[in-house]
């Protein structure tokens, strides 16, 4: 039986029809909802267009898709809230292609139309397209306060800071005030892009500061690595929360201040903060970075005794475990780790990718990736320089140029300037100098731009092989390059000096002491029970010198039994390079 829509009894039942579906997506009831779409469907009020809207909505938020899609196809006239529902529906389903297909379909782009995909493809991680669609919908269209907050977000994942400033300035133009969200927003933005002091006077301006406020000033200046102002502004915090501390522990560790960030991870825990799983990964990373395996499988006791709900093991977590024991040289235990994981990420496979090539296993390495392609995962960028990097360490050349070959036709990654010199350095570990200067050559002949990396490859393996006309015409460009760097000099001339050629190291150290370059001191460090023991070049300032030489004199005399290479010519081991090598050390 059809219903007049038109009627004043219509009216009544639609009316009735809409609370009913109101109060199942209210009440998340699925099987109700389905109920009243079969009774409007043999009423044909299921072609009444808000009631069609509200079947979309509900099935949206239930994740039906297939359902929602029928409710819009079934209407006969369709406004511009079906298509924005529908389009919700497919973003909160996370389906970007259907999402970007019923875009270009309709009829009239609105405002809410642009904020929904902008919104979408942020959350999803293409930056990219976020920026490039806020570009069309300037064309005809303005834009409000959440299309800032998104594309802001955008600019600071991308560090765009000539995108940010522009859409600062359009806002702007546009009369738009800035409220608490949006400055925050913008101070985070701007920090993340490398300007802090923009960050500051949004900072200032603001008349009322919450917490996220202060804590994305923190980030702002640990971004631009002003670790100081950062621990002021914290300092000055009104009140702090977890998010505050996690936000300063990790800007130490990314700055390469670990112990920093452990020391205030301590402080932390002390002031009873818990901390969250972002704050583990900054941790775990910390004691990672400075080989503190004691104090990286405490804080892994501590997770497993104390589990912060079950996100104590989520996915970030669980990769900064890997990492961190990779780079203690366990692999059984990231192993173990990666067997147990639930879900894994890009992330969780290249670390065990790297993980065994750092190791010194590179058939194993290769065998985490074959793995990881039945599985379906794509490899990125950072995947193929993990097994460029596997093949090298393993001498696998061939198998390394297979894989640099089927980046871009197999996997449609292109490659960069690091893979390029990844496969320098495989030739070059391989003892195929002039094969990776045929490389190089072969790049120049495509027009790829000359790489530092790449050079430097190739200056490192003259050193190891000791090829003086090679390791000159590869500082030769190095020196164009990168002017500034000394140490391209130092290695030049550590490998004159190799060769016992003299008078060119003088010219080398000449040139170094005019452009004003010193060797700073290299120097070792160790952390036992006692604390931290630091050792420089000649140094003899440790209470137990005598027996550190002593003990040194016994490895190198091993060394020389076993022809250790050590980035040391064979012809060095005699008795006058014996004496040389302890005192660089």
Known sequence: MFIDTTSAAAAVTISRFLSLIER??????????????THLLKTALNHHTVVANRLVHLYSLAGVLPSAVSAFTDLPFKNHHSYNTLLAAFCRAGHLPSARQLFDQMPHRGLVSYNTRISTLIHHGHHTEALNLFTRMRENHSFDKFTVVGVATACANLGALKSLRQLHGAAIVSGLEFNLIMSNVMIDAYGKCGDAEVSREFFDRMGTRDVISWTSLVVAYASAHRLEEAWLVFDRMPERNAVSWTALISGYEQNGEGEAALELFRRMMEEGVGPTPFTLVSVLSACAGLGFIARGKQVHGFMVRRCIGLDSFNIFTSNALIDMYAKFGDMAAAGTLFDEMPERDIVSWNSMVTGFAQNGHGKQSLAVFEQMMKAGITPNHTTFLCVLSACSHAGLVLEGRRFLDSMEKKYGVQPRPEHYAAFVDALGRNCQLEEAMEFIKYLHSKHEPSSVGTWGALLGACRVHGNLELAERASKYLFELEPENGARYVMLSNIYAAAGRWDNVRQVRLLMKGKGFRKDPGF???????????????????????????????LVDQMKETRCHLNFEQSLFGDESRDLLLQCV
């Open 524 to 554: 070792s460090w160790i952390y036992l029970r006692s604390g931290k023991h630091m050792f420089v070049a000649d140094d003899e300032s440790h209470k137990r010198t005598g027996e550190i030489y002593e003990l040194l004199a016994t």
């Open 24 to 37: 199942c997506i209210a009440t998340k009831d699925l099987r109700l909802g389905r109920h009243l779409h």
